[in-house]
């Protein structure tokens, strides 16, 4: 995996936690459904290249 990939994973992360974060600050339930959704799709991006470096272990 790049680690250009997984630094892009991390910042969706970091902007799910700080959208989620801005909704339940102001009590908005959809800021809080997009941030967890960026965060859900951080963490399918690392199984994803997970996945992917195990492939290319394997493949050695």
């Not at 992360?13 to 967890?36: C, M, R, S, T």
């Amino acid at each position: 995996m790049g680690i250009e990939d997984r630094v892009k994973a991390t910042a969706k992360n970091i902007e799910g936690k700080l959208q989620e974060a801005a909704g339940n600050v102001k009590g908005d339930p959809k800021d809080q459904a997009e941030g967890k959704a960026k965060q859900t799709e951080s963490q399918v991006r690392h199984a994803t290249e997970d996945i992917k470096d195990e492939v290319k272990k394997a493949s050695n």
